[in-house]
T-cell receptor, first 112, second 113 residues
Framework: GEDVEQSLFLSVREGDSSVINCTYT??????LYWYKQEPGAGLQLLTY?????DMKQDQRLTVLLNKKDKHLSLRIADTQTGDSAIYFC????????????FGAGTRLAVHP | SQTIHQWPATLVQPVGSPLSLECTVE??????LYWYRQAAGRGLQLLFY??????ISSEVPQNLSASRPQDRQFILSSKKLLLSDSGFYLC????????????FGSGTRLTVV
């Protein structure tokens, strides 16, 4: 079935690293995504990883993919207050139509 | 460049009133279009998607309907709103084979009172 799971809340101190975890079920997903939602706004694509990759780094963001365990993580280095937001993990649905299945979102709170 | 517009940004409607939310995409043709709803403190629920004019697929049976009268226009409607229809509605688009997922509109905050 289609299911993406994330922990709902993460609190970190400013300057520390944040790690947001996600598990997914569809092993045939082509791409996996991380989106960021700031209060009252739409979703903004942060990064994505192709399913044949293990890792992708983009400035402060590092995505790790463990296909065997169907586990995806997003690491934010040197977390800033501006990183406070909800982060959504999403997988492509193998049934077609470019459907994305989203997790419930992890609320990241950054405190001084 | 491609852009997506969604309006209105906020809406307060009484129970039993009709609803019409509009989403348009510019700078691309034949996009896949999606309506999602985000209830307070919850994740995203896919409501409808469309792969072409007049083609609508419903994911969740509910009080809402969707239409695609033009290639780049997607409308979410209801004849009679319920309190449970309150939420944050997001429109999104992508194209077949586009690797970088969806582009979302800025959302409509609907409060049914």
């Amino acid at each position: 079935g289609e299911d993406v799971e994330q922990s709902l809340f993460l609190s970190v101190r400013e300057g520390d690293s944040s790690v947001i975890n996600c598990t997914y079920t569809d092993s045939s997903s082509t791409y996996l995504y991380w989106y960021k939602q700031e209060p009252g706004a739409g979703l903004q694509l942060l990064t994505y990883i192709f399913s044949n990759m293990d890792m992708k780094q983009d400035q402060r963001l590092t995505v790790l993919l463990n296909k065997k365990d169907k586990h995806l993580s997003l690491r934010i280095a040197d977390t800033q207050t501006g990183d406070s937001a909800i982060y959504f993990c999403a997988e492509t649905f193998s049934g077609g139509y470019n459907k994305l299945i989203f997790g419930a979102g992890t609320r990241l709170a950054v405190h001084p | 460049s491609q852009t997506i517009h969604q309006w209105p940004a906020t809406l307060v409607q009484p129970v039993g009133s009709p609803l019409s939310l509009e989403c348009t995409v510019e700078g691309t043709s034949n996009p896949n279009l999606y309506w999602y709803r985000q209830a307070a403190g919850r994740g995203l629920q896919l409501l409808f998607y469309s792969v072409g004019i007049g083609q609508i697929s419903s994911e969740v049976p509910q009080n809402l309907s969707a239409s695609r009268p033009q290639d780049r226009q997607f409308i979410l409607s209801s004849k009679k709103l319920l309190l449970s229809d309150s939420g944050f509605y997001l429109c999104a688009w992508t194209s077949l084979g586009r690797s970088y997922g969806y582009t979302f509109g800025s959302g409509t905050r609907l409060t049914v009172v």
